[in-house]
C-alpha cells in the first residue's frame, strides 16, 4: 500500500514510520514541513501540532507513529 508522510528533519518517529512502512511492504511519499511554505500553513490551519503525520494514498488520515502501527498491525489481522 501507498502512504502519504509530512515530516520533519531530524524526527526519529519520523524514521521509524518510514522503516514501518517499508518493512510491511509499503511505499511512502514523503513531504517535509521544513522545505515548504504552503504545506507548514496547511498544517496551522489544520491545528496539526506533531509529525510524522501520515494519510493512506486514497486520503484516510491515520495520525502519527503509534496511530500507523496501530493501523498496520490492525490490517495483518483482517488478512489472516
Same mark, same amino acid.
Given at each position: 500500500?501507498?502512504? !502519504?508522510?509530512?515530516?520533519?528533519? =531530524?524526527?526519529?518517529?519520523?524514521?521509524? /514510520? +518510514?522503516?514501518?512502512? =517499508?518493512?510491511?511492504?509499503?511505499? !511512502?511519499?514523503?513531504?517535509?514541513?521544513? %522545505?515548504? +511554505?504552503?504545506?507548514?500553513? #496547511?498544517? =496551522?490551519? /489544520?491545528?496539526?501540532?506533531?509529525?510524522?503525520?501520515?494519510?493512506?494514498?486514497?486520503? +484516510?488520515?491515520?495520525?502519527?507513529?503509534? %496511530? #500507523? +502501527? %496501530?493501523?498496520?498491525?490492525? /490490517?495483518?489481522? %483482517?488478512?489472516?
Amino acid at each position: 500500500m501507498m502512504y !502519504v508522510m509530512v515530516s520533519r528533519r =531530524n524526527c526519529p518517529y519520523c524514521d521509524k /514510520a +518510514k522503516l514501518l512502512i =517499508n518493512s510491511r511492504g509499503g511505499s !511512502v511519499s514523503h513531504y517535509s514541513l521544513e %522545505e515548504s +511554505k504552503w504545506l507548514l500553513d #496547511l498544517f =496551522n490551519k /489544520a491545528d496539526l501540532k506533531t509529525v510524522p503525520q501520515i494519510w493512506t494514498y486514497t486520503g +484516510k488520515h491515520i495520525g502519527g507513529y503509534t %496511530e #500507523l +502501527k %496501530e493501523y498496520l498491525d490492525d /490490517a495483518g489481522k %483482517e488478512t489472516v
